[in-house]
């Protein structure tokens, strides 16, 4: 399935749709290509380490050894004709930043980039970048909520709004959720529910919650919180 290229040998275009790049195999970029793979999704990856993309080779669609912040690099392994392409370079920000500056140069793919601190953030923000994650926060502020709440998962969304997985509480048990006026009184909306360990389901006006019942609530990450300490 895989191939391993050196730079100087021709890549080509490994799909037509839904193709990404990610450059940087570190524990992020391999963790990202390797979960696209594993969703069905053609992945080249990108890393200067002969190690890395040895280790890797087979295990995504294709995997070459380049300098991904030279713009003749990229135009020769094609990267400019795929779909979207992660930047997941890591402890390099001059790497960092002259890839994803070269990645939005050419113009395609909708790019991703990794940023480790607010002020790499803030350049790659500048530069245009798409989407622009920060792993590590993210996890730590996830991994807080759950912490020093009840929460059995918690997701921020965006910014002041969350998604959270939680027991159903007493007050909603026996009625129908249209019933209980939840958004009104708690500030959130159940999105699906499931009762022990059966299948998820939506939820609407008409779900029926018991002491079973799991649920994933949604709203303002203050009112999820909130809800998640309810018993």
């Known amino acids: ?20 790049a990610v450059i940087g195999l570190g524990r ?8 696209l793979m594993a969703s069905g999704t053609e992945v ?12 890797l080779n087979g295990r995504l669609t294709q995997v070459v050894r ?15 004709e795929f779909d979207r392409a992660v930047v997941a370079i890591t402890g390099d ?36 970048v798409h989407h622009i994650v920060f792993p590590e926060a993210d996890m730590g502020r996830r ?34 959720l249209g019933d209980t006026d939840l958004r009104a009184k708690r500030g959130v909306t159940i999105a699906a529910a499931r009762t022990g360990g059966g299948a998820w389901e939506h939820a609407d006006s008409a779900t029926v919650l018991g002491p079973d019942s799991t649920v994933l609530a ?5 009112s999820v919180e909130a809800f998640a300490q309810l018993r």
């Open 28 to 35: 992020f970029g391999r963790s990202v290509a390797l979960e």
């Open 1 to 20: 399935m895989g191939s391993f290229l050196s730079f100087g040998e021709r890549s080509h275009r490994i799909a037509e749709a839904d193709s990404v």
């Open 143 to 176: 991994v807080a909520h759950l912490v020093r709440g009840a929460a059995k998962d918690y997701l921020e969304i965006e910014n002041g709004y969350a998604l959270v997985k939680t027991i159903a509480p007493r007050e909603l048990h026996g009625l129908p």
């Open 66 to 80: 380049a300098d991904a912040t030279k713009e003749d690099v990229i135009r020769q392994l094609a990267v400019h």
């Open 218 to 222: 949604v709203g303002p990450s203050k």
């Open 93 to 128: 920000l001059k790497a960092s930043i002259l890839a994803t500056s070269l990645l939005l140069k050419i113009g395609g793919p909708i790019v991703w980039a990794k940023a480790t601190d607010e002020q790499h953030g803030t350049i790659l923000e500048q530069l245009g």
């Open 44 to 55: 080249l990856g990108i890393d200067g380490d002969a190690d890395v993309v040895q280790e």
